[in-house]
Structure formats: structure tokens, C-alpha cells
């Protein structure tokens, strides 16, 4: 392999501070980390874990970025406030992490004056709640878009009932048009599973 020469880079003594190349790989390394989290915080987390399918390092690299562009006011005062009653079910737990998100933690705790597992532990529950509205607003579009489509079904009843009086039961009309219905019921059984399960609509049908 060919030696690459060094001097067409540009290495200056700013090569190891934060937004450097090598700070930033550094960041993306993975450390196993105890944190304290309360009954509610584990709650959230687990939640956060099973419904979205995403890893514990990437809900804290999640609220790290969050509390880097907005919300950390909130989550400040949250932490500021933390209850008794959360203190009182707080478990030790190790979790592998990003090095980054643990330097950041660090360092907001110590920029606000806070326990840094507690602004973890009320960071993960507003995360929670953030999605959660997010999720809850979808539904609702998704409730308003199903009654839209149950009208369409009553309309393509009523439009079978209209081609039956005129075409024989094997007509190909009306076999490509139960083909329509079909379409139509599953897409309403699909939107109906996602409003009360969770269900990811599959945009194939």
C-alpha cells in the first residue's frame, strides 16, 4: 500500500477539540455506563425500547440532540424539581451507550447545577411524552381518514348492489371490482390496527 503523505493535511492543534474529525469518531465509541433511574424513568425507557424499536444508546442520543436544539429548558426545571417519590424507587442499571451522550450529560449537569442521572431519568419521561403526542396526533388524522374511507365502502356497496342488477354474477366487471373492495376493507382494518394497536400501516397492503 502506498504511503499517504501526511502534509496534505492540515493538522493543527485544534485536531482533538470537540468538533474535530477524531473527537467526533471518538464520540460515536460505545461505553458501558450505570445511571439511576426511577420506577417511571424505566417505565419510559422500556417503552421507548419495545414500541419504537430503537436501542437504549439511541433514545439517550436522541434526548442528548433534543436537549442540545430545544426543550433542555424544561428538562432543566424538571430536574431541578425532582421528586421524592422518584428518588425513593431509583435503581442502578448499566447501559451501553455513545461516548458523546455521556460527555454531554456531564456537562449540562454540571453547567445547570443538576444530578446528571436526574436529568436523564426526566429527560427519557419527556421524550416519552413528546412522541406519545406526536403518536396521538396521527391518530387522529387517522381516525378522520378512516370514517372518510368507510364512506367509500358504503358507496361501493351501494355501486355493487347498482352493477348486480345488470351483469351476471361471473361478469369480469364485477370481479375486478371486488377487487376494489377488497383494497378499500383492508385498508380500513389496517388504519383501525394502527389507531388501537400500534400497528404499522404497510403501505404494500
Do not use: C
Amino acid at each position: 500500500m502506498a504511503k499517504r503523505n501526511r502534509d496534505v493535511l492540515e493538522v493543527d492543534d485544534g485536531f482533538l477539540s470537540e468538533k474535530s474529525p477524531k473527537a467526533g469518531l471518538i464520540d460515536r465509541q460505545s461505553v458501558r455506563t450505570t445511571f439511576n433511574l426511577s420506577a417511571g424513568g424505566r417505565e419510559d425507557l422500556a417503552w421507548l425500547v419495545k414500541h419504537h424499536k430503537i436501542s437504549v444508546k439511541g433514545v439517550i442520543d436522541y434526548l442528548v440532540t433534543l436537549m442540545e436544539s430545544q426543550h433542555s429548558d424544561t428538562i432543566v426545571k424538571l430536574a431541578k424539581q425532582y421528586s421524592k417519590e422518584r428518588e425513593g424507587t431509583l435503581t442502578r442499571k448499566t447501559h451501553v451507550i455513545s461516548r458523546g451522550s455521556v460527555r454531554k450529560l456531564n456537562a449540562m449537569a454540571r453547567k445547570h447545577n443538576v444530578k446528571r442521572d436526574s436529568l436523564l431519568d426526566e429527560g427519557i419521561s419527556v421524550v416519552r411524552l413528546l412522541i406519545e403526542s406526536v403518536i396521538e396526533k396521527e391518530k387522529e388524522r387517522n381516525r378522520k381518514a378512516v370514517t372518510i374511507i368507510e364512506r367509500l365502502a358504503d358507496e361501493a356497496e351501494a355501486t355493487r348492489s347498482a352493477l348486480e342488477k345488470f351483469l351476471d354474477a361471473d361478469d369480469i366487471i364485477l370481479e375486478r371490482f371486488g377487487v376494489i373492495e377488497i383494497v378499500i376493507d383492508n385498508l380500513t382494518m389496517a388504519i383501525e390496527k394502527n389507531i388501537h394497536n400500534d400497528t404499522p400501516i404497510d403501505p404494500l397492503g
